[in-house]
């Protein structure tokens, strides 16, 4: 799955067409011998993008097809190839262009005109390929200092593995491997909803305007969570945990 999370820090970069040119060609490949770029580079890995709105649009928009395809085709007068680039993208970018929107300890400079500017450098598309999208707010002192303990990484390992388990077995005999990479077909016969499921969904549907495309998304997290929980059916409470997990989409 793919991750977007807000964070609270202030680093600015602004670069210039030349350089958004290079990033671009740096990222899903090109030149005038065509070489593959880092969405290739990541196939079956994670590609993580810091500052994500500080991309130049073009630069940005370029990740469509591999996150909807998982392949990447560069054409260039020499030939036309296609990669593979099969990635789990991982990005950050702050609350606000001052990076404070929303800290009780500072105040933001940013009238909300800026925020959503500056918020809408990320396109509506880009966003729904995007399968989550989470607040992650500044780390207080007392809860850096506390010696409460939470789950081992062992007991998060063994969750996830025995989730990944359920879904091999799910998809045994066909060409994927985990809820992420469903098609609509498998999506309608193993995100089956009850009435309960379907009236939540339909609520935030209208009410948060959202696509088809993330419809899908927050079918596949449902079912994720579920499996994590061991449950051979969605329940309203895996929905709605799944539909917090957009957050963003408020500003769409």
Do not use: W
């Amino acid at each position: 799955m793919n991750f977007l999370s807000k964070t609270r820090c202030n680093i600015t970069l602004n670069p210039s067409p030349y350089c958004t040119m290079v990033i671009d060609v740096s990222l899903v490949g090109g030149g005038t011998f065509p070489r593959p770029g880092e969405v290739s580079l990541a196939h079956n890995g994670v590609l993580f993008l810091d500052e994500l709105p500080e991309f130049g649009k073009s630069v940005l928009e370029v990740l469509r097809q591999p996150l909807e395809d998982g392949f990447v085709t560069v054409t260039r007068a020499a030939a036309a190839v296609t990669y593979p680039a099969r990635f789990m993208l991982v990005a950050a970018l702050n609350p606000c262009p001052c990076g404070y929107y929303g800290d009780g300890r500072k105040g933001c400079k940013c009238n909300m005109h800026e925020i959503q500017r500056y918020l809408k450098k990320i396109s509506g598309p880009l966003l729904d390929r995007i399968d989550i999208h989470i607040e992650v707010p500044a780390v207080k002192y007392q809860q850096l200092s506390t010696e409460a303990v939470g789950d081992s990484s062992e007991m998060i390992k063994k969750r996830v593995n025995d989730a990944r388990n359920i879904q091999r077995a799910r998809f045994s005999g066909t060409k994927i491997y985990c809820n992420a990479h469903m098609s609509s077909r498998h999506i309608k016969k193993f995100c089956v909803l009850d009435e309960e499921g379907h009236s939540l969904l339909k609520t935030a549907i209208d009410k948060f305007n959202l696509s088809g495309r993330a419809y899908d998304k927050v079918l596949k997290v449902s079912r994720t969570i579920a499996d994590l929980e061991k449950e051979e059916n969605i329940k309203i409470q895996h929905i709605s945990e799944a539909l917090q997990y957009r957050g963003l989409d408020r500003y769409f």
